[in-house]
């Protein structure tokens, strides 16, 4: 079906058949696990809306925004600071994919046993289907683990990349190389957009950054209540959907819903009848489409009420420090809030373990399922950790390793109810 | 059969019965692949020996070392300085292992998808086979891939680890975080060993290991003449022992076998038949006793002239610059010579490609064989990159990737075989 948005999409030099394929999927997969459920808030109309418009209506504002002589960045991690992107009059946009779609395509240039989550932008990229991909101006890589750390530099040879050095402890060393780090991609993101940016800039977008992290915050709280009165799914895709979404409208939006959110906890109201496992995830982040273990957990007599993921409290659990006067301490600021990340690329991770059982005992939950992509190795061998610290604390976890792939959601569905069951 | 070292090894805790076994097997690949040459020089008797003694004697000899009040310190990659290790009084070991043998224990805290040499040393911990691991005072690790990364943190629940993190780029940055590394080992060495490095044990030491690496490069320079007076089997087993032997009476039975190497090339003998086909291996360190790439190779009509890996030229090519008056300018020297290993770890490692190219010209290879562990991403991924340097260049290449089961050996052998008829 020819859509309003061919043209756009052709001027980005997206294979037209194939993407038009891709939108009916994902239209088909929405329906089947979002549009299925029962007694979502009103506000999650705003959501749905965003998604089915995910690669038309924001791609367009993104052009309009290209055409008003504003620069768009592209990034793949929480560790890439937006405050400094919206500060120099920059758009900023999530870019992790969560589709196999382009796979084929990628292991042409990746070897087999690359994650899915890595393929996947990389098969976007050379199979013509991401029109934020195509819409960036710079791409902005990290090097969190060997898989992107490589790949960026195949991704090179396609899209104007940049890498951003994480570093892999948190000595004084450590924060040293990332301030430098942060000084170093605030020139750049400065020459990119021909603006300097100045300190009452920059006040403003870590103070409008910090308003989305709080918003998120406060709908995590909100779901802790018993009974729960927002599915998992449904909290996922606000999480996925922050990464994409102009980020004042999408804050107030949100806000909105914790509004509608707080009223439904008062009332007594949840989404999942009596005796529905309460458990959380923890591990890799699930970028859109990929809802798959969450909706099988959630056809197994449970619900999803936390994510310790970088879609999810990873990247809204602390805020930059406001209230500094000049802009060197709005920088150390900066730097002193994303050196507090608790990402698997650190050596120890020990704050990691620390935040999953704190907040599985914050939410009451009674498991935790750990996901790891296959062929993440800082996840999927943290996961030994996480299990240890969980199960001194009390808390069962089940450790799952998937892909993209629908082949083993039998398999998934079988195990994840045998740990519900477990659970009770 | 009861051996002559059995008292020792249960003083160590290994599982003597295991042990037992792994000796025998290991005796018998050894014959295989080594006894079987025709043409050796006189000079390999003394790596025949080693090799057969290296949990025998060398264990015996870092006994009495302790015993007299010295410290072992166990490494499993060439980012470790060695020569700190030497200036404080202590003895340095390689810890890489290249066999199969504890693969059931380290699955059991690690996730399969893991590189077999990870797996392997974790095993032999686990299993309580390796005599090296268990001689140690302090094993030091470092941050250059995730599943290394990763699996000290599991491995120190067992023995006393030390980790060293590893830039990921080369930048000003990235060398003050090294330097600030190299004083924070030196400072962990000096308390190990109760000894304060002086300016002369440093100077005596760089010119230790240097000597080393010259006689090494000696060595390369001599298998470069036509014909190949030496066999890649051979050239790398003496790469490998050099991680395990003193390396004092090392340097002087390799300087050795080179003078009988130079006489054999003045003579124009050689060790393989007209018309055998020259190769280079690059790509992930082999470490004892896996031999089994070189020995399919060196069957198929073709030598190896050239191991462009950790236990081969990146081991070698550079050293520390000599001179200095002051320990500060020595342990500059020392970082500076670290900094320009060409570790996959780094991103982009374009000296990598650089280097791999002028090896595979100076070699006078007609092709590359690119040997990667599987599941190691930096390396499989990187081969990318090596394959398009080396076909701008004119040179085929062949990208294996591999692990230490012997399941495969007949499909490889194919592969080769296939790719050597190519290359005439």
Known sequence: MPSAYDQMWEKLNLDLEAHEGLLAVLGKFYGDIYMSQQGRLKGMEYLDFVLSEVHGLRIKELQDAKASGKKVVGTFCVFVPEEIVLAAGAVQVGLCAGAEIGKAEAEKVLPRNTCALIKSFVG???AKLCPFIESCDLIVGETTCDGKKKAYEIFAEYSPVYVMEIPQMKAACDRELWKSEVGRFKSTVEELTGNKIAAGDLRDSIHLVNERRRVLQRLNRLRAAVPVPISGRDALLINQISFYDDPVRFTAKISELCDELEQRVKSGAGIAPDGTARLMLSG?????PNWKLPYIIESSRAVVVGEESCIGTRNTRDLVQEGSATLDDMIDAI???YMRI??????????RLDNIVNMARELGVKGVIHYAL?????YSMEAYKVEKALSAAGIPMLAIETDYSMEDVEQLKTRVEAFVEMTR
């Open 374 to 378: 296959s062929f993440c190795q800082p």
């Open 335 to 337: 730097v002193d809030r």
């Open 342 to 351: 608790d990402c698997a690329c650190f050596t120890p991770n020990t704050e």
């Open 284 to 288: 890799c982040p699930m970028a859109v």
């Open 124 to 126: 976007f990229k050379l």
